[in-house]
C-alpha cells in the first residue's frame, strides 16, 4: 500500500512539473499564423521592408531627421490604422503621447525614424490589441 501512494505523489508531482513547464504553443503557433499572413500581405501591397525579432514588420518611407526618439520620448504623429483588408481602424493628426505608453508596435517602430520621417507598420496582434494583425501609416512630425 505504501508504495502505491509513494508511486502516486511521485506520478502527480511530475505530472505537474511537466504540464507547468510546458511551452505556450497556441501563442506560437499564433505567431507563426501572424507571420506568415504578413509576409502574403507584405508580397500583395508590394512593401519592401523588414521583419524584427518580435515580428513587426516595417518599412521605412522616408527616414526624417538624425535623432531618433525613444522610450521616454512624447512624440506628436499623424497616422492612419486599418485592418489588411484596407477597413480603417483609424486615424489623428498630431496626436501627442509619451511613446512608452503607446502599443509595442509602435514603441518598437516609431524609433526607426527621425522627425519628418515616415513608416509603414505591420503589426502582429502580440505587438497591437491583441485580437487582429494591423497596419499603421505614421508620419513623425516631432518628439521632445
Known sequence: M?????LLVVSLVSFAVL?????DDSNDEQKQWDHAKIEQYAKDQQINGTFTESGLYYEVLVDGGNAHPDL????????????LDGTILDEGENFTQLLNNLIAGWKEGI????????IKLVIPRHLAYGDAILVFDVTLHYFV
Open 111 to 118: 524609433p526607426k525614424i527621425g522627425e519628418g520621417g515616415k
Open 72 to 83: 521616454s520620448s512624447v512624440v506628436t504623429v499623424s497616422y492612419k490604422g486599418y485592418y
Open 19 to 23: 504540464t507547468g513547464c510546458k511551452k
Open 2 to 6: 505504501m508504495n502505491y501512494r509513494i
